[in-house]
């Protein structure tokens, strides 16, 4: 852990046995690679400890791609890495990061297995795959490993953000809101969609990709106020968002109920075509309010890069399952070591008093306010009625408040998200 911590540059286990002051690399070899003890109750453990020191607000399952040279590490092989934009030599890993107001911390890890590493018995062999480990796709991987803790660790309800893309959409909201969890899910513009209610629409019903569908509303789209956690500066971006279906599975029946929400966003200055798509069943939520708590996705890409990446996540040298798992474990607490004292210090600084009376604070300076609050009037939800904290079963309990459910109120990014019923669509 000293030498996660310590060690500049890599984090090959010879430089920090030399740069910790551990004379033995064979032992820490021995106690990464080899040694039986099991990762998922520290893990467990992490996650309970960090609860009791900052206030979750969403679950968000974050992708890495960790380049190798060879192809015997475990799960490498040749695929397309989407921030390269190009096919490269790796492995696909998945975190299941918590994230509070002021940081986030990875707490559960998973690896992709391609087929050609768990249909081949001397390559399982040859890096210890567990026999109960079987192939999956990476957001199938990713999805087990969220409701590992967000169900079986007991952890908090909160939401649940993963970037799906186009694939396996439908499955993951479907086991997500069957199991009870609120999420919000970036989706590629190019997935069918049908308004729930097509009167909501310029152009009626019928299935229309999610960025026509959202283009189509830009001019009942209302600006939103958030925190970008990447550029450490507040933001405005026009957001539109709309009721819709999904297309239907297999052997379902016709779609029924609220739908899903969509939002969609014109996030890059100036744009002239929305930049980003989420889906939620948190339909009786405020659309302001969900479009930030998706916006909570961009403070775990700046701390698994200025952090997670510092401490050697990518840097192990191993070949083996059990090794890799134990490398990512140890990482997860060396990130935590690092954020915890900052996250102190944080709420240290908003709670002292302000050192001139001159101009009136910044709401967003209140303790009780949150990084993106804002006065802003908050999007148009086409399809949907008004939204208001009594509105659904589960909705959050206590006296009604002015505003209280008003697109622009202010609460923390994923604070009272609840999800709806997912019901796929007829054609």
């Given amino acids: 852990m000293r030498g996660l911590l310590t060690v500049e540059g890599r984090k090959s286990m010879r430089r920090i046995a030399a740069g910790a002051g551990v004379g033995a690399e064979q032992g820490l070899q021995q106690f990464i690679s080899k040694s039986p003890w099991d990762w998922r109750p520290v893990r467990r453990s992490l996650a309970g400890y960090l609860q009791q020191r900052v206030e979750p607000l969403a679950w968000v399952v974050e992708r890495l791609f960790i380049p190798k040279a060879g192809g015997r590490s475990v799960g490498v092989e040749r695929q397309f890495v989407p921030h390269l934009g190009r096919v490269s030599n790796c492995q696909q890993a998945y975190g299941v990061w918590m994230v509070c107001r002021e940081a986030s911390f990875p707490v559960e890890w998973g690896l992709a297995l391609p087929d050609a590493w768990t249909a081949d018995p001397g390559r399982r062999s040859r890096v210890g795959i567990p026999e109960d480990v079987e192939g999956c796709s990476p957001v199938q991987g990713a999805l087990a490993q969220v409701l590992e803790v967000t169900r079986a660790w007991g952890a908090r309800a909160r939401p649940v953000l993963m970037d799906v893309g186009d694939g396996d959409l439908e499955q993951v909201a479907a086991v997500l809101d069957g199991s009870g969890v609120p999420f919000v899910l970036r989706v590629g513009g190019s997935f069918p969609v049908a308004a729930a209610d097509p009167r909501q629409v310029p152009f009626g019903g019928g299935w229309v990709s999610a960025r026509r569908l959202v283009d189509s509303l830009r001019g009942q789209g209302r600006p939103v106020e958030w925190m970008d956690a990447a550029r450490h500066r507040r933001r405005v971006a026009p957001v539109a968002a709309v009721a819709v279906h999904l297309p239907p599975v297999a052997g379902a029946g016709p779609a029924t109920g609220p739908g899903l929400l969509l939002?969609?966003?014109?996030?890059?200055?100036?744009?002239?075509?929305?930049?980003?798509?989420?889906?939620?069943?948190?339909?009786?939520?405020?659309?302001?309010?969900?479009?930030?708590?998706?916006?909570?996705?961009?403070?775990?890409?700046?701390?698994?890069?200025?952090?997670?990446?510092?401490?050697?996540?990518?840097?192990?040298?191993?070949?083996?399952?059990?090794?890799?798992?134990?490398?990512a474990t140890l990482v997860s607490i060396a990130h935590a070591v690092c954020l915890l004292s900052q996250v102190q210090e944080s709420r240290y600084a908003r709670l002292r008093p302000p050192q001139s009376a001159d101009p009136a604070p910044h709401p967003a300076a209140h303790p009780g306010a949150y990084p993106g609050a804002g006065a802003y009037p908050g999007a148009y939800v086409a399809g949907l009625p008004a939204a208001h904290l009594g509105a659904y079963p589960g909705a959050v309990r206590g006296a009604a408040r002015p505003g209280a459910g008003h697109l622009g109120a202010r609460r923390a990014p994923g604070a009272g998200l609840r999800p709806a019923s997912v019901q796929p669509s007829a054609s």
């Fill in 263 to 327: 939002l969609g966003a014109w996030s890059d200055r100036g744009g002239a075509r929305p930049t980003e798509f989420w889906l939620s069943n948190a339909v009786h939520q405020p659309a302001a309010q969900v479009f930030r708590t998706a916006q909570l996705t961009r403070q775990v890409h700046r701390d698994q890069r200025e952090v997670s990446a510092r401490v050697g996540v990518s840097d192990f040298e191993g070949r083996s399952f059990r090794g890799w798992h134990h490398h």
